[in-house]
């Protein structure tokens, strides 16, 4: 289903591990700039930065960007995309992107795919993409976060812990025979900008702090989210130096 459908950039300039992340330089460019340059390669209507940083803000319109100044107050992207919402008046069945700031990578189709998916699921509050667990990746390694389907598509949980548990490890193979694999889930979004509203209101649930994973708030008061199967698999995001290193020199080989 092709409905038109916005993108949101979250973009921070703090970060405990790469402080001013958006802007460090990735093939000549600011990471930000890589990120919204995927975003104009998807079908989305509009682009929009989100930033409490007016360096990421002056960076956003040197290379042509729209920017909002949002407060510096938010505990999580989509309270940022909320606070853009509100700040646009946009309708409530107006589609919203969440693509991360620190995805250079991500292949536009995805971003098209997500939209697609939540346009196609009425009783879904949230669409986002995932997986299968690549064979590379430690399923145990809390930076991976794994999500638990049901029959329909829609997310049981999501965790930074390995689920679901496989009981027998002499079994062969990841994943429950006959069903799907261990899902690594891609933390890109769409929502519809009522939800974001009301999002905002919500109190955070207890399992959304132990795991620090946002999303469990939705889950936790009984919003359901509807995860499609990636068309492929994207890029390394960056979170580390380590990281950093790695997609510069895909972005080089390029």
């Not at 620190?102 to 997500?114: R, S, T």
């Not at 809390?142 to 965790?159: I, N, Q, T």
Request: aromatic fraction near 6%.
């Amino acid at each position: 289903m092709n409905k038109p459908f916005k993108v949101v950039i979250p973009a921070r300039y703090a970060s405990s591990r790469l402080p001013g992340k958006p802007l460090l330089e990735l093939a000549g460019q600011p990471m930000l700039q890589h990120v919204y340059t995927r975003a104009t390669e998807s079908q989305a209507a509009e682009i929009i930065i989100a930033t409490d940083d007016n360096r990421i803000e002056q960076a956003a319109g040197a290379f042509g960007a729209m920017a909002c100044m949002t407060s510096d107050r938010h505990e999580s992207g989509t309270e940022r995309l909320a606070e853009v919402a509100e700040h646009y008046g946009w309708d409530d069945d107006v589609i919203v992107v969440n693509l991360q700031g620190d995805e250079p990578l991500m292949p536009p189709h995805l971003i098209d795919q997500v939209a697609s998916d939540l346009a196609s699921h009425e009783d879904a509050m949230i669409a986002t993409l995932a997986y299968p667990l690549e064979a590379s990746l430690n399923e145990a390694d809390p930076h991976v976060v794994k999500v638990v389907l049901d029959e329909a598509g829609y997310a049981m949980y999501f965790s930074r812990a390995p689920i679901p548990w496989h009981r027998d490890p002499h079994e062969t193979g990841k994943g429950i025979p006959g069903s799907n694999p261990v899902l690594h889930h891609l933390g890109l979004y769409a929502y519809r900008a009522g939800f974001l509203r009301h999002y905002s209101q919500l109190t955070p649930s207890p399992l959304e702090v132990y795991e620090k994973l946002e999303q469990l708030r939705a889950l936790w008061h009984g919003l359901r989210i509807h995860v499609g199967l990636a068309d492929e698999i994207p890029g390394p995001g960056v979170d580390t130096e380590a990281d950093l290193q790695r997609v510069a020199a895909i972005l080089a080989n390029r």
